[in-house]
């Protein structure tokens, strides 16, 4: 309460409805003051067109299956990247990847152990990459 009272406290949830399908939600709450009565203050918003947006930014820029950034985030990044760098005359590199046989693997083993060796790669990947350089985003739902 005594949070609230002066930052306010923003949460989110799921909501179940009455006919069993479920709903993300957010609520504001806030505590005033009003005449020396505390009043305490609930906005609840239904939030799943933020949610689908904010999944739908995710996938523009992010491989669903790995977390890592795709293709068309890594041109957008080149495209702001290169024309200040040659202006400054920096300096900044691009790494490519290729895992080799991975067709075999796939063929062999199947789908679901290729894509265990992709998350695997972007795992490991992501354990050396430092926080400066282009980061895995996580969708959180």
Do not use: C
């Not at 949070?3 to 709903?23: L, N």
């Not at 083993?109 to 990459?129: F, M, P, T």
């Amino acid at each position: 309460m005594e949070v609230s009272a002066s930052t306010g406290i923003i949460s989110e949830g799921i909501h179940v409805a009455k006919d069993g399908t479920d709903f993300p939600f957010e609520v504001s709450s806030r505590s005033i003051d009003i005449k020396g009565e505390l009043i305490r203050i609930h906005i609840i918003r239904h939030i799943t067109e933020r949610e689908q947006a904010e999944k739908i930014r995710y996938l523009v820029n992010y491989d669903a299956l790995t977390g890592i950034s795709n293709r068309g985030f890594i041109m957008r990044q080149f495209e702001r990247t290169i024309e200040p760098a040659r202006r400054s005359k920096l300096m900044f590199s691009a790494m490519l990847f290729d895992v080799d046989k991975f067709k075999t693997i796939n063929d062999i083993h199947g789908h679901n152990s290729g894509d265990g060796v992709l998350r695997k790669v972007a795992e490991r990947l992501q354990a050396v990459v430092r926080k400066a350089d282009i980061t895995r985003k996580t969708w959180r739902r």
